[in-house]
C-alpha cells in the first residue's frame, strides 16, 4: 500500500478563530462600543498597519479606527 503523490490541489480556507469584535468590518471614523468594559483592549498585529484609539466612557469602552 503506498502513499499517492498529488498536484494541484488547493488549500481549503482556515477555519480560525472568530473574531470577538468587528475588527476587519470597521471603516476609518467608524466605532463600537463593548457595553460595561473598563479596561483596554490589546489589539491584534494582524490589523496593523490599521491604526485604532480607544476611550473608557460612562457606559463601556468605545474604540475608533483611525487610519
Not at 457595553?35 to 473608557?56: A, N, Y
Request: hydrophobic letters at 35%; aromatic letters at 8%.
Amino acid at each position: 500500500m503506498g502513499i499517492e503523490i498529488e498536484d494541484g490541489i488547493p488549500i481549503p480556507p482556515s477555519a480560525g478563530r472568530a473574531s470577538k469584535y468587528p475588527w476587519d468590518g470597521l471603516g476609518v471614523g467608524q466605532s463600537f462600543l463593548i457595553s460595561g468594559r473598563q479596561k483596554r483592549l490589546l489589539v491584534p498585529k494582524r490589523l496593523k498597519p490599521r491604526k485604532f484609539t480607544q476611550r473608557v466612557c460612562n457606559d463601556g469602552l468605545r474604540v475608533w479606527r483611525t487610519a
